[in-house]
């Protein structure tokens, strides 16, 4: 039996996952991964926000280290954190996390129940992104996806971040042209909440491999931390060509946040 491929996981939460699933995942091939921000935060309040941040690079990112992953970060205010005083301390301090070359976006951040409040945090968001030049790692909701998703291209075109510079993750066959078109790039998730490796696999074919990229969210509640090699053997069986695998499961995910890829 041959070596895995070696796989870049773009979006992945350590946090909620044990040593043994990172063990699991380096050997299914995952060779680097991004870790994100998300909404398990104890609370919605700048110290947690702040602390949260803190872990992932001082507790989690190590562990990755350890188990193999080379492991970079992205950090942000998840939709379901956003507090309600107290966001633009965490704003403030987010560019100070950029030194040193680990965190290599902003995220996640978008909109997942929508309004206001969401909106407000979004959108500052992409303002530190258009002003530092920043990648920005965005995240749509399992419910009223299509809406949500659509309200999330208009306000980042309001915004006049480039293009290039955003990941839509979460997409799925209804949202997928549409983010491509902006010139987003695109990021499909192996999870029981999003999509299965054979409807990811009928993305690619579809869509071909330009700017989307193959992640699992494992962490996220009850994922699935072999999807993204289920998927990659999928594609390879479906003979979709060797390049093709390579860019959807690494070479898109290292180009995207300018790191070298797995």
């Known amino acids: ?80 954190r956003v507090p309600r005083r107290g966001l633009g301390e965490v704003l403030a301090a987010l560019p100070g996390y950029f030194r040193g070359g680990k965190v290599v976006a902003l995220g996640e951040t978008g909109l997942h129940r929508g309004g206001e409040l969401e909106e407000e945090c979004f959108v500052e968001h992409l303002a530190l992104a258009r002003r530092l030049s920043l990648r920005v790692v965005v995240h749509t909701p399992a419910l009223r996806k299509d809406t949500l998703t659509r309200r999330c291209l208009a306000l980042i075109r309001a915004a006049k971040v480039s293009p290039g510079q955003v990941l839509v993750d979460h997409a799925r066959p209804s949202t997928l042209k549409g983010v491509l ?14 999509l299965s490796g054979e409807e990811a696999v009928a993305c690619v074919r579809e869509f071909g491999a330009v700017r989307l990229i193959l992640n699992s969210d494992a962490g996220d509640g009850a994922s699935d931390i072999v999807g993204l090699a289920r998927a990659a053997h999928l594609m390879a069986k479906a003979k979709l060509s060797p390049h093709v695998v390579r860019l959807v499961t690494a070479r898109n995910a290292g180009a995207f946040f300018r790191v070298s890829e797995a």
């Open 1 to 80: 039996m041959g070596s895995p491929l070696p796989l870049f996981d773009a979006h992945l939460h350590p946090d909620g996952l044990s040593d043994q699933d990172l063990a699991t995942l380096r050997a299914f091939g995952v060779e680097a991964a991004v870790a994100l921000a998300h909404h398990t935060a104890p609370e919605a309040t700048s110290k947690a926000l702040l602390g949260q941040f803190d872990a992932l690079l001082g507790t989690h990112l190590p562990r990755l280290e350890r188990a193999g992953i080379r492991a970079y970060a992205a950090l942000g205010v998840h939709p379901q």
């Open 181 to 194: 078109e902006c010139g987003h790039w695109a990021g499909l998730t192996l999870h029981p909440d999003a």
